[in-house]
């Protein structure tokens, strides 16, 4: 099965979206995989050397941001956040449309705003010179991954959110 296959089988999201969700699930899959592997280092280095790997703290804590931001985009396409329907049965189906466009466009706009406060932080952290305490990695541009992230969330929000909450009645009338 080739690569191309394989992503379409596993993956509802359309066109573009597919591969980019594809792309962001291997950078943090990625990410995972190398903060397991430094984990199971740094553990093994205390126990049988009686000395852990300089900067580990630093580089999870790096390693965190760059997967928990990697995965944001993805999980809000797919409509993974936290939601309470105990009105739904209770309120027609457009009611839950509207309230479901309302808050898609809630998200997107607050993850911009905020993406645009956190690019600024980035920029200052860049402009002072402000790194890690041990390892001295400069702290601005995990920052500005972040920022771009949340850009990416809310355009993901705004664009693919927003289509599946429109189309999202369709496909259950098509499947009763």
Known sequence: MSLSAWVRAHYDEAGPVRWLAFA???????????????????????????????GVTELTELALAIMLF??????????GHVVVDMLDKYLGSVVIKVLGLVAAF?????????????????????????????LELPTGYIVQYIATMSWV????MISYGI??????????NTEQ
């Open 70 to 79: 990697a995965e944001m985009p993805v999980m809000t396409w797919r409509g």
């Open 24 to 54: 962001l699930e291997v950078v943090a899959a990625v990410v995972l995989f190398l903060l397991m592997v430094m984990t199971c280092i740094d553990v093994g280095g205390r126990y049988l050397f009686n000395n852990s790997v300089d």
């Open 106 to 134: 809630a998200i997107s706009t607050s993850m911009y705003f905020l993406g645009v406060r956190i690019f600024q932080l980035a920029e200052r952290s860049l402009r002072r010179g402000v790194v890690t305490e041990y």
């Open 163 to 172: 289509y599946r909450i429109i189309t999202s009645g369709e496909s259950r």
């Open 153 to 156: 969330t809310a355009f993901g």
